[in-house]
């Protein structure tokens, strides 16, 4: 029995566009629900998120009974945390601050089994194989991985083609906020320097063949997104939908 297909991987090679929601609360009832809301994808953010391995996993199990497919951002690009993450059954990541094509290199190899990378092998103990009943896990499992590494940098701009060139990124995901302020136009992700860096990290990323990814709290900027040829659009978070709506709410009270 060979590793689970990554349905998110086929979808976006084939050219397909998902939506998706960021996951900050670190709980399995909000990914239940956002699993069930509609969404392609749901990404844990270990990040910026209050999560753990635990917490990840807890939210792994909700959302394995939605349609929704999983994607966790680890913290940083470390090999252990990818290896941590890969054991729970995470087919596809996201890393962040990745700014030199040596970089990318380095994760592109942490999630993937020798022959391709350095992952270590320890998957028969783990929930990726099902505790040992995928035994064909560790054979299989490196074609199923998609690996997106996060764009939020000048240095990252200025390196893009090496980044998006690197066998083993699939994808490119540009963090409009941390690049901005990178810049030094933070909070002005909308800033027209900033803008034009974006769109040639488009560019390059389309040039590589590889997908491109971001997130968007607007929703009046998705489909100058979708146009612009991102194929794995966020469309906001968990926190941000939850704090909205309940203060829309108590301003109803009489």
């Known amino acids: 029995m060979?590793?689970?297909?990554?349905?998110?991987?086929?979808k976006l090679q084939n050219g397909d566009t998902l939506f998706g929601l960021w996951l900050t609360l670190a709980s399995p009832t909000v990914a239940e629900i956002a699993g069930h809301a509609g969404f392609d994808w749901c990404l844990i953010d270990g990040e910026h998120g209050p999560n753990t391995l635990q917490t990840i996993a807890a939210q792994l199990?909700?959302?394995?009974?939605?349609?929704s497919h999983p994607i966790v951002r680890v913290p940083m690009g470390e090999d252990w945390m990818l290896k941590q993450v890969l054991d729970l059954g995470v087919q596809t990541v996201v890393v962040p601050m990745v700014n030199t094509g040596e970089q990318a290199v380095q994760?592109?190899?942490?999630?993937?089994y020798p022959g391709q990378g350095t992952r270590g092998m320890g998957a028969a103990l783990a929930r990726a194989s099902r505790y040992g009943e995928i035994v064909d896990y560790v054979s299989s499992a490196n074609d199923q991985i998609f690996l997106f590494v996060q764009i939020e940098s000048a240095q990252a701009v200025?390196?893009?083609?090496?980044?998006?060139?690197?066998?083993?990124?699939?994808?490119?995901?540009?963090?409009?906020?941390d690049l901005s302020a990178d810049m030094g136009y933070v909070g002005q992700p909308d800033a027209a320097e900033v803008v034009v860096a974006i769109d040639h990290v488009y560019a390059r990323t389309k040039a590589a063949g590889k997908v491109i990814g971001t997130i968007a709290f607007d929703p009046a900027a998705f489909p100058a997104q979708i146009q612009k040829g991102v194929q794995c659009l966020g469309l906001g978070g968990d926190a941000i939908s939850l704090g909205t709506a309940l203060r829309d709410l108590a301003k109803k009270a009489p």
Do not use: H
């Not at 060979?2 to 086929?10: D, E, G, Q, R, V």
């Not at 994760?107 to 993937?112: E, K, L, P, S, T």
């Open 107 to 112: 994760v592109a190899a942490a999630v993937r």
């Open 61 to 67: 199990q909700a959302l394995a009974g939605t349609p």
């Open 2 to 10: 060979p590793a689970p297909t990554n349905i998110l991987k086929s």
């Open 158 to 177: 200025d390196n893009i083609d090496a980044i998006a060139a690197t066998d083993g990124v699939d994808g490119i995901f540009v963090g409009p906020a």
